[in-house]
């Protein structure tokens, strides 16, 4: 299920070793993620506070006829699709079981450029398709859901030339261990993560596939509520827990694990700000945080 993320990684953004289950290529049969995603609900019960992250990277291919959605795992048949394949509705279903309060599901779908062209071919009546956006919003409703998709529609999700990683998932790991925060935070949050990868990822696909293919790719972003963190930044992580933090005083930054959240208003602001000419008006009671808000959605644009 995770095919590019590897344990040091994890550990670094402060995820315990216990906490973390990786599915990679055999490994990652039908079977086995439905198993993982029950571990993961079993994990909610025991702490509805914990943050869950799931993630998975391969092909996604949209049956036309009846618009269903497949996620083309190890050991899919494409030959027997329908019948082998791991349908959405399946998937969302089991994510909607976990009862944690804040649950963030990253879909890097619609491989391009040879991530597995030999093993599935596209038969007849399917094409590649990221997920579509009706399937995005069931499963980003309720509080604390966001889902990130590494493009929008019929566009491919790019690989980089060295064929490693798709690009998004490149940077994905990049902002996930800090890259897009500012000297001083101390935790990664969903709106750090949005802001670097809206612009990093259109950047590198045109850098590197826009004169041979005229190839654009742009990240989607669906949140129901919150702005939570998802990481660690490194030099506040152990292995052994989270260090680092700050001793809560006065006015705290919007990126503080102190800072409390708004929803959904929150979200519905980020989702604005990272559309071009957005306006934003902010009216709110004194002390009840608008200022800081104000101040990191000006940063921002």
Known sequence: MCWHFNQSSLIRCAYDEDHIRLLHDAEATRQKILTGLDWLKEQADADPHATMIVYYSGHGWLEQNTNRYYLLQHDVDSHHLADTALDAETFTAHLRQIPAQRLFVVIDSCHAEGMAAAKHQLPSGFSSHAMPEHLIKTLSQGEGRVVFTSSHGKQQSWIRPDHDMSIYTYHLIEALQGK?????????????????LSKTVPESVRHFYYKPYK?????????????????????????????????????????????????????????AIIRPYALIRIKAPLANGEIVFNDAGASSC
Do not use: W
Not at 180 to 196: E, F, H, K, P, W
């Open 180 to 196: 897009g925060n500012q000297a001083g935070d101390t935790a990664v949050r969903i709106s750090d993560l949005m802001d670097y």
């Open 215 to 271: 190839a654009k790719q742009t990240p989607f972003f669906k949140l129901a509520s919150g702005n939570f963190p998802v990481a660690v930044c490194p030099k506040h992580a152990a292995v052994d827990g989270i260090t680092g933090l700050e001793e809560p005083e006065g006015q705290v930054p919007l990126n503080s694990p102190f800072y409390m959240e708004r929803p959904p208003i929150e979200a519905d602001c980020y989702q």
